[in-house]
């Protein structure tokens, strides 16, 4: 398994579309999760209304509120992007035929994919550390050009929404990881993750949220429950203009992550030991 963790994590650093996956990730975070928010807020366009003044909205770019800006933000682009890498790493083998080859040789099937899975948990870690990273310094930067003062939150709560971040990224790259042994197609994992997360997750989790008895099964879906964990973080000021339906608490959406990365490392390995790997 070390052997072919140390090939797949070589694998992932030559892969140029890897590279460009995080970097639109992180160019993302930081244009419309940080620098737009925070020229809207500053210069707000005429006929702007908000029970908030907007000298106290731009305070979701400074450092105090860090940790729920970067969750939030993750929600969705951060799950699509993830969704990719692991599709990607995994339907890949299929389209290039490269599987049958790889399993010729000396590690077994499963000691092929959890070597994958490492280095998908590894990249995943890494995403996480850069996304807070970069977030941190941006928020800083920012609040030094306001000429505000603000403070990063307590050691133990950067902790805690990095654990958030972490396991949520990580759900969503064997999610992809797994679309990509059911599917065996890097076009078919990659659209199926991609229409799950912006069809059931944002648009019926949205429109539905608050429908007796739908809601009830909304409260199963792993996007919920990342919800539910990232309302555990809740921004310094009170916004009424922005209130959300949490639907499920976070020691019961963390439960269900941890769920789901099992269910979907667990089942994925049963596929791909039982299935056959041709074309």
């Known amino acids: 398994m070390i052997a ?7 694998k992932m650093r030559k892969r140029w579309a890897n590279w460009i996956l995080v970097g639109v990730l992180l160019v993302i975070l930081v244009l419309l999760g940080y620098v737009i928010t925070y020229v809207i807020f500053t210069n ?5 209304r908000s029970e908030v003044p907007p000298s106290v909205l731009k305070k979701e770019v400074f450092p105090e509120n860090m940790v729920p800006n970067i969750l939030v933000g ?21 389209g290039w035929t490269t599987i049958q080859t ?37 928020s800083y930067i920012l609040v030094q050009i306001d000429g505000s003062s603000s403070s990063f939150p307590p050691a133990e709560a950067l902790l805690k929404g990095f654990g958030a971040l972490w396991l949520q990224l990580a759900v969503w790259t064997a999610f992809g990881m797994f679309l990509g042994l059911a599917f065996r197609s890097t076009a078919a994992a990659i659209g ?8 059931i997750e944002s648009l ?6 608050n429908t007796a008895g739908l809601k009830e099964v909304l409260k199963f879906l792993p996007g919920i429950n990342a919800n539910g964990i990232n309302a555990t973080f809740p921004y310094t000021y009170r916004n ?40």
């Open 4 to 10: 072919s963790f140390n090939a797949e994590r070589l």
């Open 44 to 48: 707000p366009p005429k006929g702007f």
């Open 74 to 94: 993750m929600e969705t682009i951060g799950a699509a992007i993830m969704i990719i890498m692991g599709g990607l790493s995994m339907a890949s083998e299929f």
């Open 102 to 138: 790889i399993l010729i040789q000396k590690p077994g099937r499963l000691a092929v994919l959890f070597g994958k899975l490492l280095a998908l948990a590894l990249t995943s870690l890494l995403v996480s550390i850069a996304v807070m990273a970069l977030a941190a310094l941006t």
């Open 192 to 199: 199926g993750g991609l229409t799950y997360l912006f069809v």
């Open 204 to 209: 019926v989790g949205g429109l539905f949220r």
């Open 240 to 279: 009424p203009n922005a209130v959300t339906t949490v639907l499920v608490s976070g020691t019961r959406g963390s439960i269900t992550l941890i769920t789901y990365l099992v269910f979907f490392v667990v089942v994925g390995a049963l596929i791909f030991r039982s299935r056959d790997v041709g074309a």
